[in-house]
């Protein structure tokens, strides 16, 4: 793995306007990251902007408006991740809890439709003769297959937060923050953010036109499905500025005062999560990768339904199908991973002889975990990386994750610019995206590729960084400071969960869990103070290492929960 350098954030905290309230500890770790009063700490639903300033949104409400008068059907095509599924359950429980009777949704099979609402989905929604295809975390790039659906009758909303491309399909209304000309400033809200907005809209034009009361129907509280906005925003890793902060925020705490949909509670249950004590990582870790399993091996619709599931007792068994699906999906990513581990040693060649943007393929890998293996592989030599899969219909999957400093779907863009024909399709976000092209175009792509990030990047970008908020004194090393830090978030992408560095003296060290390593540590020779640490998946040709009598650590702080037991320790991060 590449060494990274160590960085200290900076904060200035003259500029900053914090009320007394916010310990200084948690100012200069706010003002680190971009926040620099309490209004950017928001975190009730009041602190939230309107709806109204979405492009599209108007015409959006207008559309499903004159549906709901006229009961027409309606039919969700959702994208096969956990965004794609929380996006799908949220507007299928707010559609039919406004007064919608028909409504379903469908989602693609990844292998046999591909992403998105394609012409050959259109043939597949056909079957159920729906008046509006609604799409929820797809759409914004399905030109040809808008084309199709408003060819065979069908009206089509699109709800999305994918980048657009150069061309914008037909649709009778498309909300995206992100399409050219919209001015709200959530630019990154999830596809579950989106369609979030889109049911408040229009459940306030329904109130105002008087539905509600005239129906003698119970007006929804959009507050009950939270808990599906925050699974899906976290998951999906999207930035958490103050818009999504809030939408995690009041999910979590729907979620710990035991309020959350009993497909979400099933799938903590069976990850050993305590709902009272959930943090956002525990939705990226425990729920979202049970979830995203269904639609990287099988079919997503396991995890809709178990979302949808009201019968805590059906939904433990969706749940249960989860877990065994995301076991199946580990076993699967660790030989995936193995092997490309394995070709890169092949090729002999050191981190400063590897192609800038690299690309790895094997006819055996699976579709559905490519992106993982990509992930992993990019933090392992800190360089953009696609890895491909054979699609079995003359052409290869991939699926590409990027580094700081290069924005991986403009890339894409520019390489197709390049080379016309190239590339069959592609989209995604800056960080990650997905692509298409056919067998024989391979060995061409991996130097248009490569050629592309080096016209991006310089060195430097290669160079791992890990960025710490400095060396915490040691009468804040207690568990009230890790209290403090555990309530202060929600932490996540761009916002992250403070990292603090410093020395330490090693009592005693051990292996646990095969490659786990369980420290006792000494803040100073006296020993007057021990905390315990654990380093998860280190190089056990490294340590224990009896020779180490003190280490450099890079680490967060925790709570650990033992036999009902509340102590502090520190989750290393990097050690040296």
Same mark, same amino acid.
Request: hydrophobic share 45%; with cysteine; charged share 25%.
């Given at each position: ?211 509600? !009361? $005239?129906? /003698? *129907? ?5 507050? %009950?499905? =939270?808990? #599906? ?104 990513? !660790? $030989?995936? /991973? *193995? ?5 890169? %040693?092949? =090729?002999? #060649? ?227």
């Amino acid at each position: 793995m590449t060494k990274p350098h160590i960085t200290r954030r900076t904060a200035d905290l003259t500029q900053c306007e914090f009320s007394s309230s916010v310990p200084p500890l948690l100012q200069r770790i706010y003002a680190a990251r971009g926040a620099e009063n309490d209004r950017a700490l928001a975190r009730t639903l009041q602190g939230l902007p309107g709806p109204d300033g979405l492009l599209g949104i108007g015409e959006a409400v207008v559309l499903l408006e004159q549906a709901i008068n006229e009961q027409q059907s309606i039919l969700i095509i959702g994208d096969f991740d956990a965004d794609g599924a929380t996006s799908t359950a949220l507007t299928l429980l707010a559609l039919r809890a406004m007064g919608f009777s028909r409504v379903d949704y469908i989602v693609p099979n990844r292998f046999e439709y591909g992403y998105g609402l394609t012409p050959e989905i259109v043939e597949l929604a056909k079957q159920q003769t729906p008046d509006l295809i609604i799409t929820v975390d797809n759409g914004i790039s399905s030109v040809s297959g808008v084309e199709a659906a408003k060819a065979a009758g069908i009206k089509v909303l699109i709800t999305d937060h994918h980048l657009p491309g150069a061309q914008l399909p037909k649709a009778d209304a498309i909300v995206n923050p992100n399409q050219h000309g919209c001015e709200f400033p959530g630019k990154n809200l999830a596809g579950v953010g989106v369609v979030f907005y889109l049911m408040s809209a229009l459940r306030k034009r329904l109130r105002e036109h008087g539905w509600f !009361a $005239d129906q /003698q *129907r119970v007006e929804p509280n959009m507050a %009950e499905w =939270l808990d #599906l906005v925050a699974l899906g925003t976290v998951a999906d890793v999207v930035t958490l500025d103050t818009i999504n902060r809030i939408l995690v925020y009041q999910g979590l705490q729907r979620i710990r005062a035991g309020k959350s949909r009993p497909g979400i509670q099933a799938l903590l249950d069976l990850a050993g999560r305590d709902c009272s004590r959930l943090v956002a990582s525990d939705l990226g870790f425990a729920i979202g990768p049970r979830l995203n399993a269904a639609g990287r091996l099988d079919d997503m619709s396991i995890g809709i339904q178990c979302l949808l599931e009201t019968d805590p007792y059906i939904a433990r068994e969706y749940a249960l199908q989860l877990d065994e699906l995301n076991r199946d999906r580990r076993v699967i990513e !660790a $030989d995936m /991973q *193995r092997e490309a581990l394995l070709a890169l %040693e092949q =090729l002999h #060649l050191d981190e400063q002889k590897l192609p800038w943007g690299l690309c790895l393929f094997d006819a055996n890998w699976h579709q559905g975990v490519v992106g993982l293996l990509a992930s992993r592989i990019k933090d392992r030599v800190h360089r953009p990386v696609i890895v491909f899969a054979d699609a079995d219909n003359g052409e290869y999957k991939g699926s590409a994750r990027s580094i700081k400093g290069l924005h991986i779907r403009d890339a894409l863009d520019a390489v197709a610019s390049r080379h016309p024909g190239l590339i069959s399709k592609f989209g995604g976000h800056a960080m990650a995206a997905g692509l298409s092209l056919p067998k024989d175009h391979y060995l061409k792509f991996v130097d248009a590729f490569d050629a592309e990030v080096r016209r991006l990047l310089t060195p430097a970008d290669l160079e791992a960084e890990i960025l710490t908020d400095g060396v915490l004194d040691t009468t804040e090393l207690n568990i009230d400071t890790a209290q403090l830090l555990r309530e202060a978030g929600p932490w996540g992408q761009h916002f992250p969960e403070p990292l603090f560095e410093g020395e330490f003296h090693i009592v005693q060290q051990r292996i646990v869990g095969e490659k786990h390593l369980k420290l006792v540590l000494a803040t100073d020779a006296s020993r007057s103070q021990l905390i315990d640490a654990i380093a998860f998946n280190v190089d056990t040709d490294c340590w224990p290492d009896p020779a180490a009598d003190q280490v450099r650590l890079i680490y967060k702080l925790d709570i650990n929960l033992w036999r009902g037991r509340e102590s502090m320790q520190l989750l290393v991060e990097h050690l040296a």
